[in-house]
């Protein structure tokens, strides 16, 4: 019985191997195709995230209201398009006057500087996305100003920013007349050399046709050798017959406007920019400016200001000797003249001449504003260096320059601004890079480099 088993054990080793070769095939194709379906299904997953489910989360909120991340996607290829076609127009300027090597440069500078900020996506990218929520903050604003921006508007800023104007031009605004510089005292004469004042008459705006007209009258008043003969003047019919023809300039029209507009809507759809999002950036634009005029509407020009001069210098220590220096009865000119560190001062003795709070850096403008007439401050130290101060004049009085109070009203508006950002709840989600394009951009040929 023996010697018969033996070969029924031979034959089941065969059958017991091949069970496990099989076991073990079978287990390589599941995990092939588990791995496969694996690998499928991130790309899967990446390709539908890049393409849809990115753009469910928002990119940053302000309190409850959300900044949609497919808008603003587009939003920075509308930006980018704007900068790409600026570029193109310059180097298409550059062009025109490569003869000039001053010229050249000049725009090859201003190329570098836009290339520079298409290739930082990242930087870009957050520019727009702080730009958006600024806007989101304006907009909770206006609300509460009960401030608004119609259709209509936004329709009659695009045509303006097509120059077509159907109604006309807006009419010019008028300047502001500014008040004479009131009188020094005797005190304030003694601390600066007052140049003798000229009273020049203010001349009445004239229009560019009078302007030509006066020149042309100046121009003619030299005797003319009078003509031997005096000939009738030709009829008008006979001017007509005789004129050379000039081409009539096209008539912008409304038809004319929208075939530029459709032209204009058909590249952004190109680069996957909706209307909506370009009608939405104009909107939003004009209520931020809505917001700002109201803002400042009441700021009066009349403000509470100093006349300064100073002495910049490095370190404590000089300023310290400045001061025994004026002290000991040296004259202020010569002493600023000598060591100030302000190019503009070594000019005009340091002299600022007027200015309103909110104009200096803050260090500089505290203790400004705390002095009395005539007096010296102590060493003020601000990022330029150490500066010894001394005050010409404290009084209410209107800001001589339109520069000058238009930086006061945009300083004014930027703290009131700020305040009220400071005040809400504005986060950014940890994907909002995910969202950013690097696209349009330059093309390669186009690079200034190239």
Known sequence: MSSKMKPREKETKPHIENTKESRNSKRLVIGFIIFAVIVVGLIGYAFLYDRVLKYNKPVAAVGDREIDGKEFSERVKLERNSYVLQYNMIAAQMVLVGDNSDYVSYYKEQLTQLLSILDDTEYFGEYVL???????????????????????????????????????????????????????????????????????????????????????????????????????????????????????????TEDIYEQNYQSYLTNLEGIGVSESVLRNYLRNYMLTQKIYDAIIADIPRKQDQVWARHILVETQDEAIAILNRLAGGEDWNAVCSEVTLDQSGQENCGDLGWFPQGQMVEAFETEAFRLNIGEISNPVESSFGWHVIQILGHEERDIESDYDYQRLQSNYYSLWFQEIKDSLTITKSSNWLDHVPSEPSVAYNMRVSN
Do not use: R
């Open 130 to 252: 702080d730009n958006m929520i600024d806007e989101q903050i304006a907009s909770i604003e206006a609300e509460k100003m009960g401030i608004t921006v119609t259709d209509q508007e936004v329709e009659d800023m695009m045509q303006e920013l097509f120059e077509y104007y159907p109604n006309g031009t807006a009419t010019p605004t008028v300047t502001y007349a500014l008040e004479p510089t009131s009188t020094l005292t005797s005190l304030q004469k003694t601390m600066v050399a007052v140049a003798p004042v000229i009273e020049t008459p203010i001349l009445p705006t004239t229009t560019l046709e009078g302007t030509l007209q006066t020149v042309e009258s100046t121009a003619t008043q030299t005797p003319l050798p009078t003509a031997t003969a005096i000939e009738p003047a030709p009829t008008s019919e006979e001017l007509a017959s005789t004129a050379t023809p000039y081409p009539t300039a096209t008539v912008y």
